[in-house]
């Protein structure tokens, strides 16, 4: 492994570029790039990597994606798991990865226990429209209790607010709704409940994360 690329990702020695699947790394916050990449530095700059990967073909911007482990680590830990466990990066469930992103869940819990790294200011809150918009384009979590759920001819909405055209929704597919019953998640049962909810933050009307697993939303005891 030659060295560390944008965002946290990796450089292997033959000019390849591996983003770190299961995870989300880039969130923009200060100080959180740097410790991100001091981390790398030291579990995997200069070593040799074993990457173990859902798919061979690259994503649109020419990355190969996988679990990332130092071959020969006795304790066997994946770099992902060392940097969720410090703070430094956050379970991103995907296609292909959703066992990984589950055993992570319980290593990210730790950290977010603790309020170590990103957890100092995640997750944000679903109630501040502002804050969340601030996040467009990135993957970010937030947490908050659900003002109403809905249902349209394509999706199911969980809404954060009264004027669903300005606050903060997630927005579940109608394709991917039985995933959520399966898992106890029936949308409509999220009504007045605290959830925790992660995926990446576009506009569509308000800030809104589209949910195609359950593993991205977590309902709250509080």
């Known amino acids: ?33 740097l410790a991100l990449d001091t981390a790398l530095t030291e ?16 994503d649109r911007h020419g990355r190969l994606s996988g679990m990332v482990r130092v071959a020969g680590a006795d304790d066997g830990e ?10 430094l990066a956050v379970v991103r469930p995907e296609e292909g990865y959703l066992p990984c992103a589950a055993v992570l869940a319980g290593v990210e819990e730790g950290a977010r226990s603790a309020k170590l790294g990103l957890w100092t200011v995640l997750p944000a809150d679903a109630r ?3 804050a969340v918009r601030r996040m467009n384009g990135r993957f970010a979590v937030i947490e908050g209790r659900i003002f109403a759920a809905g249902s349209g001819r394509n999706s199911e909405y969980l ?15 109608r394709r991917d709704r039985a995933r959520f019953v399966e898992a106890g998640l029936e949308p409509g049962s999220l009504d007045g409940r605290r959830i925790m909810a992660r995926g990446v933050i576009f506009e569509a009307g308000g800030p809104t994360i589209e949910a195609r697993w359950p593993e991205q939303v977590r309902m709250e005891a509080k």
């Open 78 to 87: 994946s770099v992902q798991a060392a940097l969720v466990g410090l703070g």
């Open 43 to 58: 579990f995997a700059v200069g070593r040799d990597v074993e990457i173990a990967s859902a798919s061979a073909k690259p």
């Open 128 to 130: 501040d429209p502002a």
């Open 159 to 173: 809404n954060f607010g009264r004027t669903w055209r300005e606050d903060v929704t997630v927005q579940i597919p």
């Open 1 to 33: 492994m030659a060295g560390l690329a944008v965002g946290g990702d990796l450089r292997l020695a033959d000019g390849r570029m591996v983003r770190l699947a299961a995870v989300a790394t880039d969130f923009g916050i200060d100080g959180h790039g």
